[in-house]
């Protein structure tokens, strides 16, 4: 097991490694992880006489709108109603991934952290 492996040398005592076992226990039941964004968007449009350049205006929409950086370009697309149903709790997957990974990062910098061969030096 990768477990066993890397971890001969460093010490994980056992909070640590009962963080370890809940993150990753976690991270098996998390299911798929849809990254970006949702909001919902009034937009202006184009053309020059539209109601959503009048006084007051009338903008179009509201739109349920889900925006991803692919390759540093910001993609967006517009969800139905019941997309947003469906796709809401991979977006909440997603951010809890990312929590996930910062928590299992931030674990191991302290088991690093506490390796007596940063003082025997
Ligand atoms: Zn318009």
Do not use: F
């Amino acid at each position: 097991m990768l477990v066993a492996r890397e971890l001969k040398r460093l010490k994980l005592d056992r909070a640590a490694r009962a963080t370890q076992a809940r993150i990753m226990k976690e991270l098996s039941q998390l299911g798929l992880a849809l990254p970006g964004s949702i909001e919902v968007r009034s937009t202006r449009c184009g053309k020059a006489n539209c109601r959503c350049k009048a006084d007051p205006a009338q903008l179009h929409g509201p739109y349920i709108v889900w925006t991803r950086k692919v390759d540093q370009k910001t993609v967006t697309r517009v969800l139905s109603a019941d997309q947003l149903e469906d796709y809401r709790p991979l977006l909440d997957n997603a951010k809890r991934l990312r929590e996930l990974i910062t928590e299992l990062q931030r674990l191991t910098l302290e088991v690093v952290d506490g390796d007596d061969r940063w003082r025997s030096r």
